[in-house]
């Protein structure tokens, strides 16, 4: 079994930091959303929307260590982060780090952890949007919305997470690999 070492711990650490002040950017962008769809009884989708967003540490994390834990500890850190600097959810922020945690890590271990590649954030996206969902639907109450609602928030949500905890991190790893800060095998 890979261990996750020392120099590894201190890139999970920046990134959970890094992310961790970024989450808390998007809060801001969610309290917009939220405000604006409420008029029109869309309020909860805000968090469907902006959820792949509160989810990109964990497949960055997971993408450049390539180590078993490696998602996890990077989504979880980044919440903690967030919730112990400003984040207005207080300790339930660290319930859904653990939540997005697992969902992010289980994309990695589908594949075993052999394949560090664009299909493998997809999957990291799915399964994290189907675990969060999942979590969701009972915490915020997602279970009374019609079944056309329900399908809806979870299809925007998946989207969310494809568009930022896939997409957008494979240009953040193309980027870092293009100006030589890392080096993919």
Not at 85 to 110: D, K, P, R, T, V
Not at 116 to 123: A, D, K, Q, S
Not at 151 to 169: A, I, K, N, P
Request: glycine share 8%; proline share 2%.
């Amino acid at each position: 079994m890979k261990t996750i070492h020392l120099q590894e711990i201190i890139l999970i650490t920046l990134i959970g930091i890094i992310f961790g002040f970024i989450y808390i950017a998007s809060d801001t962008i969610y309290n917009i959303l939220t405000l604006v769809l409420t008029p029109i009884g869309y309020g909860p989708l805000a968090n469907d929307l902006t959820m792949g967003i509160w989810c990109m540490a964990g497949p960055l994390a997971g993408f450049l260590i390539k180590k078993p834990g490696a998602a996890f500890l990077g989504e979880f850190l980044s919440s903690c982060i967030e919730t112990f600097i400003m984040a207005e959810w207080g300790i339930a922020n660290l319930i859904s780090g653990f939540m997005q945690g697992i969902g992010n890590e289980l994309g990695f271990a589908l594949t075993g952890y052999r394949y560090y590649n664009t299909f493998t954030l997809f999957l990291s996206a799915t399964t994290t949007a189907i675990v969060t969902y999942l979590y969701d639907f009972f915490k915020n109450g997602y279970n009374y919305f019609s079944t056309f609602n329900i399908w809806f928030y979870f299809l925007t949500r998946w989207s969310s997470m494809v568009l930022f905890s896939c997409l957008f991190v494979k240009l953040i790893i193309n980027l870092l690999e293009k100006a030589h800060v890392i080096n993919q095998d």
